[in-house]
């Protein structure tokens, strides 16, 4: 089916001349510079001297991208990666933009586990999709070895971990593999700190791009570094599907930050924070979520990348990503739970 036949009847204005443009993104663009620690030393590397700071709009946007998996796979390893080097991807999946200063330096962390052509089909569109935003950023693969159940939010916390060793990352995009943004005019911007913004605003997978109500935090988030420090992560005890999203945002709202949307205060805009979503087989929901969701205050200093365990088996520095593997281990308790 042809994906433009089914987006809502929106005019929407051209990105880059549009001053109702500038305005989305003067709200949405945390400004990287801006962005301090606490203890007022700047853990980002300050602007390049002489470089011209991007523009509010990046001039390279294009819009609406009727996107298919076929069509994404079709070009041949090979071709693909020597494209996007001589686009300016370095090993690890780094990009920094050349022809201006970037507002932004983000880290989009991904959970993995078999899903080897998801992430083909994620690594090939997300790269062209944010260099077109005109950010510098780093693709982050947090993989977990067989065996035990899969944990989302424990391979988050890893994701964050392992950025950091690596670079300094003004915010993270907590970001599932199987969901593709339709449009770049949505921002990769980071939020603001305080105000963590979640992206999935709507996925096609979900009664056909339903506007998800807002108790909903799945799909993809960002936070600032600052603030995903400050709520301690995500929880690591979810294992099995569901229920780490939902204790995220509850993690948040306890710490008195306001949970955003992409395009908030545009409702016009909004249906632009849309998702194609690659299929997969629905996996089993953990029976024990609703359970430890109500338990969460309990845990909420402990839990998450205070007492994350793991083995880091991998570090690789792929052509189009970084990969760590790990064995998830749980804290105090040692081994992560089965596969049933
Ligand atoms: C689960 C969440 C999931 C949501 C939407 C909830 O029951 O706990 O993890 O994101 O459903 O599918």
């Not at 390049?48 to 700071?53: G, L, S, T, W, Y």
């Not at 506007?211 to 400050?230: C, E, H, I, M, R």
């Not at 992560?233 to 306001?258: A, P, Q």
Request: charged share 25%; net charge positive; glycine share 6%.
């Amino acid at each position: 089916m042809c994906m433009t036949a089914m987006l809502p009847p929106l005019m929407l204005p051209k990105p880059p001349s549009s001053p109702f443009y500038q305005q989305v993104y003067k709200k949405t663009d945390g400004e990287w510079h801006a962005q301090k620690s606490k203890d007022g030393s700047s853990r980002i590397a300050r602007p390049k001297k002489r470089m011209q700071r991007c523009s509010l709009v990046s001039p390279k946007l294009i819009g609406w991208t009727n996107i298919s998996a076929e069509v994404i796979l079709k070009e041949k390893d090979d071709v693909v990666e020597r494209k996007m080097a001589e686009s300016g991807v370095e090993p690890g999946g780094k990009y920094q933009t050349k022809e201006c200063q970037s507002r932004n330096k983000i880290a989009i962390v991904v959970p993995l586990r078999n899903r080897t052509e998801h992430l083909k089909v994620f690594l090939r569109y997300m790269h062209p999709f944010l260099q077109r935003q005109q950010l510098d950023y780093a693709i982050i693969v947090a993989e977990q070895t067989e065996g035990s159940l899969f944990n989302r939010g424990a391979l988050m916390n890893v994701g964050f971990k392992e950025a950091q060793l690596l670079d300094n990352f003004q915010c993270f995009f907590f970001h599932d593999v199987d969901n593709l943004p339709e449009n770049d005019g949505n921002p990769y911007t980071c939020p603001e700190d305080g105000k963590p913004r979640h992206m999935t605003y709507s996925l096609s997978r979900w009664n056909n791009y339903k506007p998800f109500p807002g108790w909903y935090f799945g799909g993809v988030t960002a936070l600032t570094a600052n603030d995903f420090q400050k709520i301690n992560g995500f929880s690591n005890v979810y294992w099995g599907w569901g229920g780490e999203d939902d204790d995220l945002l509850r993690r948040i709202k306890f710490h008195k930050m306001t949970p955003t949307r992409a395009l908030d205060g545009f409702p016009s805009l909004i249906a632009m924070a849309r998702y194609k979503t690659l299929t997969h087989k629905k996996a089993e929901p953990s029976p024990i979520r609703h359970k430890l969701l109500r338990e969460y205050t309990k845990r909420l200093k402990s839990d998450g990348l205070k007492d994350l365990a793991y083995q880091r088996l991998a570090l690789e520095l792929k052509p189009l990503y970084t990969r760590v593997l790990v064995e998830l281990q749980q804290p105090s308790k040692g081994k992560a739970p089965a596969r049933s």
